[in-house]
């Protein structure tokens, strides 16, 4: 999804790609052929027109879901300006922890040779949920039917395909924090009740996730910083202690920066690993940060699924939920 597309092109790309979600699927079909709807949508801001976040504040003032996009409609056009209220107020901050099980490969790689322990450093963590890798038990399922598991706590398992390097061990955190321009609590009911209203309709199995995490992540809540991502990384890689390898990751963020400004991202972060000061883990849509996805073989450079990336470096291709990855 481009969330800066117009919104005929975003709501078409959105029903191709939220296969997992019927009800998505009809209610983005509805809105690509529906004037009146996009003529609402299209009066909001460019990046608050992304269907998640339109479909989840219907959804939060009473569209069924899953429900025809008859219901939709309804909320949308008699409720429009409570709806617009909370769509300008929220933002999407999906922390899917799902998405774990295709990242702790790439956290591992960038583990030291004399497995000291990493400092996970998350831009636009939301409630932080993905800064606890080490609370996992993970299961990969390969094509012949085999499996590999890993860790203790609530399972996260993926579908895999190519020679995935599974690590022998979690790696060892020694620090874990984060930035977002606007953190959320993971002790605060209200925010949390928002994050699971963006749970699609039909996926109870990531509701029961999301629970879960949410318990791990009070138990010990990280430190989150307010502030934009750019502008802020340096200073917080500074403030890490000596002890920790810093990694700095993060998953299905870049795409709601404008383009330019990704670009910024993308350069801040190849000086930051040519310089030494961290590794980087990236985990984006295909058309969010081109030069990585340039990186992957030719044949792969078409794909809808997201880019796995270690440095700079296509190294997998993933669900944007976390079901599948083919490494590349």
């Given at each position: 999804?481009?969330?800066?597309?117009?919104?005929?092109?975003?709501?078409?790309?959105?029903?191709?790609?939220?296969?997992?979600?019927?009800c998505?699927?009809?209610?983005?079909?509805?809105?690509?052929?529906?004037?009146?709807?996009?003529?609402?949508?299209?009066?909001?801001?460019?990046?608050?027109?992304?269907p998640?976040?339109?479909?989840?504040?219907?959804?939060?003032?009473?569209?069924?879901?899953p429900?025809?996009?008859?219901?939709?409609r309804?909320?949308?056009?008699?409720?429009?300006?409570?709806?617009?209220?909370?769509?300008?107020?929220?933002?999407?901050q999906?922390?899917?922890?799902?998405?774990?099980?295709?990242?702790?490969?790439?956290?591992?790689?960038?583990?030291?040779?004399?497995?000291?322990?990493?400092?996970?450093?998350?831009?636009?963590?939301?409630?932080?949920?993905?800064?606890f890798?080490?609370?996992?038990?993970?299961?990969?399922?390969?094509?012949?039917?085999?499996?590999?598991?890993?860790?203790?706590?609530?399972?996260?398992?993926?579908?895999?395909?190519?020679?995935v390097?599974?690590?022998?061990?979690?790696?060892?955190?020694?620090?874990r924090?984060?930035?977002?321009?606007?953190?959320?609590?993971?002790?605060?009911?209200?925010?949390?009740?928002?994050?699971?209203?963006?749970?699609?309709?039909?996926?109870?199995?990531?509701?029961?996730?999301?629970a879960?995490?949410?318990?791990?992540?009070?138990?010990?809540?990280?430190l989150?910083?307010?502030?934009?991502?750019?502008?802020?990384?340096?200073?917080?890689?500074?403030?890490?202690?000596?002890?920790?390898?810093?990694?700095?990751?993060?998953?299905?963020?870049?795409?709601?920066?404008?383009?330019?400004?990704?670009?910024?991202?993308?350069?801040?972060?190849?000086?930051?690993?040519?310089?030494?000061?961290?590794?980087?883990?990236?985990?984006?849509?295909?058309?969010?940060?081109?030069?990585?996805?340039?990186?992957?073989?030719?044949?792969?450079?078409?794909?809808?699924?997201?880019?796995?990336?270690?440095?700079?470096?296509?190294?997998?291709?993933?669900?944007?939920?976390g079901?599948?990855?083919?490494?590349?």
């Amino acid at each position: 999804m481009e969330p800066y597309a117009d919104v005929v092109e975003s709501y078409a790309s959105f029903a191709r790609e939220a296969a997992d979600s019927p009800c998505f699927v009809e209610w983005s079909n509805g809105v690509v052929g529906d004037p009146e709807i996009q003529e609402l949508i299209a009066t909001l801001p460019p990046v608050k027109q992304q269907p998640n976040l339109v479909y989840a504040a219907a959804r939060w003032h009473g569209a069924p879901a899953p429900g025809p996009y008859a219901g939709l409609r309804e909320v949308l056009l008699t409720s429009w300006d409570a709806v617009r209220g909370t769509i300008l107020a929220r933002s999407t901050q999906t922390n899917e922890v799902g998405r774990l099980a295709t990242l702790l490969p790439a956290l591992a790689q960038c583990s030291p040779l004399d497995g000291g322990p990493l400092a996970l450093l998350e831009v636009g963590a939301s409630a932080g949920l993905n800064l606890f890798p080490d609370h996992y038990r993970y299961v990969w399922r390969h094509e012949d039917g085999t499996s590999y598991s890993l860790g203790e706590g609530p399972e996260l398992s993926c579908d895999i395909t190519g020679d995935v390097p599974l690590p022998a061990a979690v790696p060892a955190i020694g620090w874990r924090g984060g930035v977002d321009l606007n953190p959320l609590d993971v002790t605060d009911e209200d925010a949390m009740a928002w994050l699971t209203n963006l749970v699609w309709p039909e996926q109870d199995d990531r509701r029961d996730r999301l629970a879960a995490a949410i318990e791990v992540a009070a138990a010990d809540p990280p430190l989150l910083v307010a502030g934009d991502l750019v502008d802020t990384l340096p200073d917080l890689l500074d403030q890490l202690p000596g002890d920790v390898s810093p990694v700095v990751f993060h998953s299905a963020v870049i795409a709601y920066l404008e383009p330019a400004r990704r670009e910024d991202f993308h350069d801040l972060m190849s000086g930051l690993v040519r310089a030494g000061r961290c590794r980087w883990v990236s985990n984006e849509g295909a058309n969010v940060l081109p030069r990585i996805s340039r990186s992957m073989p030719e044949s792969r450079q078409r794909s809808t699924r997201f880019v796995l990336g270690v440095d700079g470096h296509a190294v997998a291709l993933t669900h944007g939920h976390g079901r599948t990855m083919e490494w590349l």
